[in-house]
């Protein structure tokens, strides 16, 4: 498992991030992003290395990045003065990166951060590169597209909420945890809905429509074992376990759900220049 998740976390550092960065205003966040590379390399690289200082070094590095890339989020708000749905998952994908940054320092130390365990603070990392950073951006991006619909209003706001609730989880309990997949579960499908009803829909491009279809259609399938695994913990019912859960759910949002959908949306831009 810590293998695939580590290369599932290098995509995310490396692609996705940088990726979403230019898809949300390509001239304000150019600094970070050209300087982002460094933290991703530094972050990718204490991936591999026995836990010890240089690892914690690393990380520490990447979770630097982190924190300055969540520094733009009230800097924006100041902007716009906007919390209006697809403005809040945006502000949210600015944010959550650093969750993941914090988790990989204190994984790479070998310390239980608030006495989580070193695999759970594995996952925690790549969950807030895809559903706290990816899923978020690509709410809020479905949002604009749709118009503010009711759905759609409804997937930017519950999308953020149910990654924050799960985050929530981790403390409150195993019941709070399955509240916040469910509300994220719920997003999710309403993005997957959005996607392949409005957004693909309105698409000429066979490419662009293609990467938007497989996201939609990744997005319904994965998001079932994270339901099973999470009521599974809530009622100590049979579920998948977590290398299970890293083959199917993880693998499949990372490059069926969030590689698919950066890669059509920023089509979708390019075009529309």
């Known amino acids: 498992m810590s293998a695939l998740v580590n290369l599932i976390v290098m995509l995310g550092m490396l692609f996705v991030v940088p990726a979403g960065l230019r898809l949300i205003d390509p001239v304000r966040l150019a600094p970070i992003r050209r300087t982002w590379p460094l933290f991703a390399v530094a972050g990718?690289?204490?991936l591999w290395l026995p836990r010890g200082t240089a690892?914690?070094?690393?990380?520490?590095?990447y979770a630097v990045g982190t924190l300055l890339l969540a520094a733009q989020a009230p800097r924006r708000l100041l902007r716009t003065r906007s919390l209006a749905p697809a403005e809040f998952a945006v502000l949210t994908a600015l944010?959550?990166?650093?969750?993941?940054g914090v988790a990989l320092v204190a994984e790479r130390a070998g310390h239980e951060l608030f006495g989580f365990s070193l695999p759970i603070l594995a996952l925690t990392v790549p969950h807030f590169h895809f559903a706290g950073f990816a899923a978020a951006l690509v709410?809020?991006?479905v949002c604009g597209a749709a118009r503010g619909t009711g759905l759609a209003?409804?997937?930017a706001l519950s999308v953020p909420a149910g990654t924050l609730l799960v985050l929530g989880g981790y403390f409150a309990g195993d019941w709070a945890e399955l509240a916040g997949a469910l509300v994220l579960t719920a997003g999710m499908w309403a993005v997957a809905l959005l996607t392949w009803r409005?957004?693909?829909g309105a698409e000429r491009d066979r490419g662009t429509r293609t990467l938007l279809g497989v996201s939609a259609a990744v997005l319904v399938a994965t998001m079932l074992p994270a339901l099973s695994w999470a009521a599974g913990e809530a009622a100590d019912l049979p579920h998948p376990n977590l290398t299970w859960m890293a083959a199917t759910h993880g693998l499949g949002n990372a490059l069926g759900f969030a590689l698919c959908s950066l890669l059509a949306w920023r089509r979708l831009k390019e075009t529309a220049v």
């Open 139 to 141: 709410a809020g991006l």
């Open 44 to 46: 990718s690289v204490a």
């Open 153 to 155: 209003r409804f997937a």
């Open 95 to 100: 944010v959550t990166p650093s969750v993941a």
């Open 55 to 61: 690892a914690v070094a690393l990380a520490g590095i």
């Open 198 to 200: 409005d957004v693909r």
